[in-house]
Antibody, heavy 120, light 110 residues
Framework: QVQLQESGPGLVKPSQTLSLTCTVS??????????WSWIRQPPGKGLEWIGY???????YYNPSLKSRVTISVDTSKNQFSLKLSSVTAADTAVYYC????????????WGQGTLVTVSS | QSVLTQPPSASGTPGQRVTISCSGS????????VYWYQQLPGTAPKLLIY???QRPSGVPDRFSGSKSGTSASLAISGLRSEDEADYYC???????????FGGGTKLTVL
C-alpha cells in the first residue's frame, strides 16, 4: 500500500520561501500511473488545492497561487517537492501531499500532513 | 468562499440517516466526477466516495453518494458516533483547470 510523508520546516518567516518534500513509499512515481498533488488547509478552515505534477515534470497549478508556486519531482529519490515564495501569515496551514489517478481525479491517498506556520 | 457549496453543519441521532448536499456548476459537478472525503479531528482527509457513487475498499456501505446535474449528496445511514467528523465534497473544475473543494460540513452525532 502506498504511503506519503511530508517533511520540511515547520516555521517560515514572512517574505521567505516555504519548501516541503513528499516521500512516496510502496509505489513508484515514475510508473506514470498517478498525478502527485499538494493541498493545504489553514487552521479551522477548508481544503485548497495548490497544484500537482506528473512524473514527466508536467505541472498544473491553482491560478490563485500560480505566480508563487513551483512543484518539482525527483524520480530517483521517489520524491516530489513544493516551493511557495513570498509567504505571509495567510499561508499558515497544514500542507498535505496526495496521489490521484488522473488529471481530473481527486486524490485517493494522502500524507498525514505537516503544519507550516509563517511568523517572524 | 469555496467553489462548491456545502451546509456548514449537519446533525443526527444514532441509527438515523443523514444527507449532506454539495452544490456546484456546469464546469465542475455538472461535467466531472464528485468525490467525498471524511476528516476526523487532527487527521488527514480519507476518501469516502469516488466517481460520484463508488466506495473504496473498506468503506462501509452505510455511506453512499449520488449526483444530479450540478449537485451531489452524501448519505450516511445507520449513523454512529464514530461518524462525527468533517465531510468535504470535491471535483475537477474545467474552467479553473484545477481541483475544487466544498467548504466542509461538520457532522454532529447527538
Amino acid at each position: 500500500q502506498v504511503q506519503l510523508q511530508e517533511s520540511g520546516p515547520g516555521l517560515v518567516k514572512p517574505s521567505q520561501t516555504l519548501s516541503l518534500t513528499c516521500t512516496v513509499s510502496g509505489g513508484s512515481i515514475s510508473s506514470g500511473d498517478y498525478y502527485w498533488s499538494w493541498i493545504r488547509q489553514p487552521p479551522g478552515k477548508g481544503l485548497e488545492w495548490i497544484g500537482y505534477i506528473y512524473y514527466s515534470g508536467s505541472t498544473y497549478y491553482n491560478p490563485s497561487l500560480k505566480s508563487r508556486v513551483t512543484i518539482s519531482v525527483d524520480t530517483s529519490k521517489n520524491q516530489f517537492s513544493l516551493k511557495l515564495s513570498s509567504v505571509t501569515a495567510a499561508d499558515t496551514a497544514v500542507y498535505y501531499c496526495a496521489r490521484g489517478e488522473s488529471i481530473a481525479a481527486l486524490p485517493d491517498y494522502w500524507g498525514q500532513g505537516t503544519l507550516v506556520t509563517v511568523s517572524s | 468562499q469555496s467553489v462548491l457549496t456545502q451546509p456548514p453543519s449537519a446533525s443526527g441521532t444514532p441509527g438515523q440517516r443523514v444527507t449532506i448536499s454539495c452544490s456546484g456548476s456546469s464546469s465542475n459537478i455538472g461535467s466531472n466526477y464528485v468525490y467525498w472525503y471524511q476528516q476526523l479531528p487532527g487527521t488527514a482527509p480519507k476518501l469516502l466516495i469516488y466517481r460520484n457513487n463508488q466506495r473504496p475498499s473498506g468503506v462501509p456501505d452505510r455511506f453512499s453518494g449520488s449526483k444530479s446535474g450540478t449537485s451531489a449528496s452524501l448519505a450516511i445511514s445507520g449513523l454512529r458516533s464514530e461518524d462525527e467528523a468533517d465531510y468535504y465534497c470535491a471535483a475537477w473544475d474545467d474552467s479553473l483547470s484545477g481541483q475544487v473543494f466544498g467548504g466542509g460540513t461538520k457532522l454532529t452525532v447527538l
